[in-house]
């Protein structure tokens, strides 16, 4: 007979984690409803590559601004999409992702319109959307988890999947996809949509400040405690 496992260790050190990033950076409020539509977080994620957030939102409300819906977007000419997202750090591959993502949703839906996504459990909206062009885990797991979908999928960009590795909580080499699968089975069956959101934004922050590419300044970090690699540059 198998014995049960028992409780997964990294549980543990993920609800420490979050207190420690609260403690350090302060709650963070989600964003405002109108950037909450899963279209819009589509949109977003799409042309994001790179870029800061609040670049990628301004671009992201200029595309609607200029077009008025999101199939008049998929329908615009490629250069001008070029022009519009030059603030983005690639704005050619933007253009063209975008154009082929909204275009394959207008085909599929007959309409920019992730509504169907709400009938979906989780797993299964994700691989839906993960078939679209331009879409990959990140993507789909924002769509899922910082819209208005709700959902407890957690968004894993470069800083958040670099911390995880380096604390010894997923593969030191896993992408993305495996490092999601890796590290969902552990997140705090406790907490809601929202605050998925937030840890991943407090990651984020986290990785921007002291857990870097490169040069991290581990003797800084609120987590260094909690982190394989924090406590071997310790020694």
């Known amino acids: ?91 050619a591959i933007a253009a063209e992702r975008l154009k082929a993502s909204l275009s394959a949703l207008v085909e599929q839906r007959g309409a920019v319109d992730l509504s169907h996504l709400a009938e979906l459990e989780t797993g299964a909206a994700m691989d839906w959307l993960e078939r679209l062009p331009g879409i990959g885990r990140k993507i789909a797991a924002g769509i899922m988890n ?35 699968d890796a590290i969902m089975p552990a997140m705090p069956e406790e907490w809601s949509g929202a605050e998925f959101d937030e840890h991943h934004l407090l990651m984020k922050k986290l990785g921007q400040t002291w857990c870097r590419p490169s040069a991290p300044q581990c003797g800084k970090c609120p987590a260094q405690s909690l982190c394989e690699t924090g406590r071997k540059r310790a020694v």
């Open 1 to 91: 007979m198998q014995l049960p496992l028992g409780p997964d260790p990294r549980t543990d050190v993920l609800r420490r984690l979050q207190a420690l990033l609260v403690q350090r950076f302060g709650r963070i409020e989600r964003a405002a409803a109108e950037w909450r539509r899963p279209e819009w977080v589509l949109v977003q994620g799409v042309i994001g590559a790179r870029t800061k957030s609040p670049v990628s939102n301004a671009a992201t409300d200029r595309l609607l601004a200029r077009w008025g819906s999101w199939e008049a977007v998929a329908q615009a000419p490629l250069e001008e999409l070029q022009a519009e997202l030059s603030t983005q750090t690639y704005p």
């Open 146 to 180: 910082a819209s208005t979908l709700d959902r407890r999928a957690i968004v894993l960009d470069g800083h958040h999947t670099r911390i995880l590795q380096r604390m010894g909580l997923v593969p030191p080499k896993a992408d993305t996809k495996r490092a999601f």
